[in-house]
């Protein structure tokens, strides 16, 4: 019933920023935890961040931590992911994710909804 449509996805120079945003339908955003997701080109899919329900709590893959901060705005059924420091190897399609619960937050089959996918392209 879920529905989640990914935006903000580019082409930026390396060391630079980009905010993703994902949208949600429904009245119950608040009952979700989120994630964020990503495959390159040949590679799997892999965990990139997620929060919890309220927000309060998050994770991060190490390959990003630093660099990445996820965050959600329930008032207008909004997950964000803010990329800065951008390095080529970050180049994927970026995926948003909805579950209920947390545990097991970093792997992608805890997942039941996700959205099309927004590709991200940093130039080296």
């Known amino acids: 019933q879920v529905q989640l449509v990914e935006s903000g996805g580019g082409l930026v120079q390396a060391g630079g920023s980009l905010r993703l945003s994902c949208a949600a339908s429904?009245?119950?955003?608040?009952?979700?935890?989120m994630g964020w997701f990503r495959q390159a080109p040949g590679k799997e899919r892999e965990f990139v961040a997620a929060?919890?329900?309220?927000?309060?709590?998050?994770d991060y893959a190490d390959s990003v931590k630093g660099r990445f901060t996820i965050s959600r705005d329930n008032a207008k059924n909004t997950v964000y992911l803010q990329m800065n420091n951008l390095k080529p190897e970050d180049t994927a399609v970026y995926y948003c994710?909805?579950?209920?619960?947390?545990?097991?937050?970093?792997?992608?089959?805890?997942?039941?909804?996700w959205g099309q996918g927004t590709q991200v392209t940093v130039s080296s």
């Open positions: 994710a909805s579950r209920v619960g947390y545990s097991g937050y970093d792997e992608s089959r805890e997942y039941e909804y």
């Open positions: 429904g009245r119950t955003f608040s009952s979700y935890a």
């Open positions: 929060v919890s329900r309220t927000g309060i709590r998050t």
